[in-house]
């Protein structure tokens, strides 16, 4: 970067204010400024003149002025995810001095996937919350994709999931944690319950509650009727939720594959059954997954240390 150009992002970020900021992200999520004007108790005119002025401090338009709505540029599309990220962070940090000047533990942001990962996380929020009573953490339960998006926004602490995109390799820290076993799951009523030493092509006609597209279990299950020489079942129920899937299997003849670690002990207290059928791979390990070349609170260290330290007794 020459020098002109480091000079003029010295100028614009000591012009910036926080109301800049704040105005930049409710257009980025309302792409009306009648709207933005009225969350920040200012007229629209003065609105207007803030937008203009971050116009003439970037020396670029940054929303496409339309009938119905503030379209971003992709320079105005840029400008939105970093106040946005600023602003989140500013939230975080106001929200930990505060805790911490009155002797608390700060925050922890936790994203995780669900099912059996669910079964590590509670044991570890478990075990932080008797050695750090006071800490504030937040839950987030996801699927992979989306946790790695939060975690790269710093929306996220930490996450406990698989990284979905090469990329990600570059940009955080991957411990690896536990392999999944799978299994085919139905409620306790479905009549495959009685039939044993099942194949793929006895469950090619059900209808399944899978997980979303491009998660390791969707692989895993199109990975598995492709083994076979099937086309994976069309017509299916997807979602990322273990409560909404265990309603429907009590509910309906819908089959769904699930990591055993999760289903277990609603199989034990007979409220689904676990079908005969070969599934003849496990999911790939889930891991503890930090962002690289960043501080780290000494609550986040512990609370890590404590899940490595749980999944290598699972082992």
Not at 36 to 51: D, F, G, N
Not at 73 to 80: E, F, P, Q
Not at 277 to 304: G, H
Request: net charge neutral; with cysteine.
């Amino acid at each position: 970067m020459s020098q002109d150009s480091n000079a003029s992002a010295t100028q614009i970020l000591t012009k910036l204010r926080f109301r800049h900021l704040q105005l930049l992200e409710l257009l980025g999520r309302t792409r009306n400024l009648r709207v933005a004007a009225e969350h920040m108790h200012i007229t629209q005119p003065a609105a207007t003149k803030i937008l203009s002025d971050l116009e003439a401090m970037f020396g670029a338009p940054l929303f496409e002025r339309l009938p119905r709505e503030m379209r971003p540029t992709d320079l105005g599309a840029l400008s939105v995810r970093y106040a946005s990220t600023t602003l989140s962070n500013l939230g975080k940090f106001s929200g930990e001095f505060s805790t911490l000047k009155n002797g608390g533990y700060g925050h922890l942001t936790v994203g995780f996937i669900p099912a059996s990962a669910a079964q590590l996380v509670t044991a570890s929020i478990k075990e932080i919350q008797r050695r750090r009573p006071r800490l504030i953490i937040k839950l987030v339960e996801q699927s992979s994709d989306q946790l790695a998006i939060w975690l790269e926004e710093r929306r996220l602490d930490v996450m406990i999931g698989r990284p979905t995109e090469p990329r990600h390799q570059a940009l955080f820290h991957v411990v690896e944690l536990l392999a999944e076993p799978a299994r085919a799951v139905v409620g306790q009523h479905h009549p495959l319950l009685k039939q044993q030493r099942m194949e793929i092509a006895d469950v090619g006609e059900w209808p399944w509650i899978l997980y979303p597209q491009g998660t390791a279990m969707r692989q895993l299950f199109e990975e598995t009727f492709a083994a076979a020489g099937m086309v994976a079942p069309v017509g299916i129920v997807e979602t990322p939720s273990i409560f909404s899937t265990l309603e429907l299997l009590q509910a309906t003849d819908m089959i769904s594959l699930q990591p055993k670690a999760a289903m277990d002990k609603y199989v034990k207290h007979g409220l689904l059954g676990y079908l005969d059928l070969p599934i003849r791979r496990t999911l790939s390990n889930y891991s503890v997954i930090t962002r690289k070349d960043e501080a780290t609170s000494q609550a986040m260290n512990e609370f890590i240390a404590i899940l490595l330290e749980i999944a290598a007794q699972c082992e």
